[in-house]
T-cell receptor, first 112, second 114 residues
Framework: GDSVTQMEGPVTLSEEACLTI???????????LFWYVQYPGEGLQLLLK?????DKGSNKGFEATYRKETTSFHLEKGSVQVSDSAVYFC???????????FGTGTRLLVSP | DVKVTQSSRYLVKRTGEKVFLECVQD?????MFWYRQDPGLGLRLIYF???????EKGDIPEGYSVSREKKERFSLILESASTNQTSMYLC?????????????FGDGTRLSIL
């Protein structure tokens, strides 16, 4: 079945450092890919999405590119802030289905 | 903006109790979902519903049931609560049809079973 694999956390960075959180997937067909973020004490919010190969999703300085050849959707940010501290979830939604498949989440901790 | 509201942020119940978790969305979405979130396991789908009175089992339905009597409301029921059901429960909704549409989440209910 479909699955998503994320790098284990926590990822600990200093403010203004570069961020990469790896995400790879296994799926039949042509899924849509998503990054969700969960701030402390809150539910999940959509951060960005990409719906086909080579699409780049971006929001709040974060970017991720849908790479079909490597089945990856890595999340990147050039300069992180303390306020980016959260748990980040990679997810896929396959064509014709309504259910998201989530990775296990990666906690990001940014210190001043 | 889509609003998904879960009735309680924190809930404490006793083993064997019947527990109801309520979720309401205000955007006329057809699809609604219940997940549980546990450290190291991410989000796991318990049940989902694609229309009123329709439901489908997710990946971990055992010990749970659901009710969708109205389009905007999706209830999760723990028939006889057990300590291994202590978890964070998240409700989500989505417009049906277009797989590009994201799911919108509530803030979660942290449930403790004593």
């Amino acid at each position: 079945g479909d699955s998503v694999t994320q790098m284990e956390g926590p990822v600990t960075l200093s403010e203004e450092a570069c961020l990469t959180i790896n995400c790879t997937y296994t799926a039949t067909g042509y899924p849509s890919l998503f990054w969700y973020v969960q701030y402390p004490g809150e539910g999940l919010q959509l951060l960005l999405k990409a719906t086909k190969a080579d699409d780049k999703g971006s929001n709040k300085g974060f970017e991720a590119t849908y790479r079909k050849e490597t089945t990856s959707f890595h999340l990147e940010k050039g300069s992180v802030q303390v306020s980016d501290s959260a748990v980040y979830f990679c997810a896929l939604l396959n064509t014709g289905f309504q259910k998201l498949v989530f990775g296990t989440g990666t906690r990001l901790l940014v210190s001043p | 903006d889509v609003k998904v509201t879960q009735s309680s942020r924190y809930l404490v119940k006793r083993t064997g109790e019947k527990v109801f978790l309520e979720c309401v969305q205000d955007m006329d979405h057809e699809n609604m979902f219940w997940y549980r979130q546990d450290p190291g396991l991410g989000l796991r789908l318990i049940y989902f519903s694609y229309d009123v009175k329709m439901k489908e089992k997710g990946d971990i339905p055992e010990g749970y049931s659901v009710s969708r009597e109205k389009k905007e409301r999706f209830s999760l029921i723990l028939e006889s609560a057990s300590t291994n059901q202590t978890s964070m429960y998240l409700c989500a909704s989505k417009r049906q049809g277009n797989s590009n549409q994201p799911q919108h989440f509530g803030d979660g209910t942290r449930l403790s079973i004593l």
